[in-house]
């Protein structure tokens, strides 16, 4: 099994920049990628980004990229989500999630794949 708790969320203004955290515990070893997914009241939960742990290859969902940035601490059993130039459209919980399936682009992005998964931190960004 493997926790993941969620860190960093909060109230920011449009323009602005949160940093989120999660950082896992357990059978850590065991993890192929750690991601990121954001569900915004009324819709469906959105694919937002994922790293893999060993290579660090990163993918993104097209509403983030230049803007948000994925990371990992594989020391701390940590990933950050760098979200800058924030928009009130990316209001939302926020919702660490880690896989041991092995794949790429098409499997990373979506929910299905995703075996544990976190609370979730909620980020608001005012226009």
């Known amino acids: 099994q493997v926790q993941l708790v969620e860190s960093g969320g909060g109230l920011v203004q449009a323009g602005g920049s949160l940093r989120l955290s999660c950082a896992a515990s357990g059978r850590t070893f065991s993890i192929y990628a750690m991601g990121w997914f954001r569900q915004a009241p009324g819709k469906e939960r959105e694919f937002v980004a994922t790293?893999?742990?060993?290579?660090?290859?990163?993918y993104y969902a097209d509403s983030v990229k230049g803007r948000f940035t994925i990371s990992r601490d594989n020391a701390k059993n940590t990933v950050y989500l760098q979200m800058n130039s924030l928009k009130p459209e990316d209001t939302a919980v926020y919702i660490c999630?880690?896989?041991?399936?092995?794949?790429?682009?098409?499997?990373?992005?979506?929910?299905?794949?995703?075996?544990?998964w976190g609370r979730g931190t909620q980020v608001t960004v005012s226009s």
């Open positions: 790293i893999t742990w060993s290579g660090g290859s990163t």
């Open positions: 999630a880690a896989t041991r399936v092995v794949g790429g682009t098409v499997l990373l992005g979506k929910g299905a794949t995703y075996e544990y």
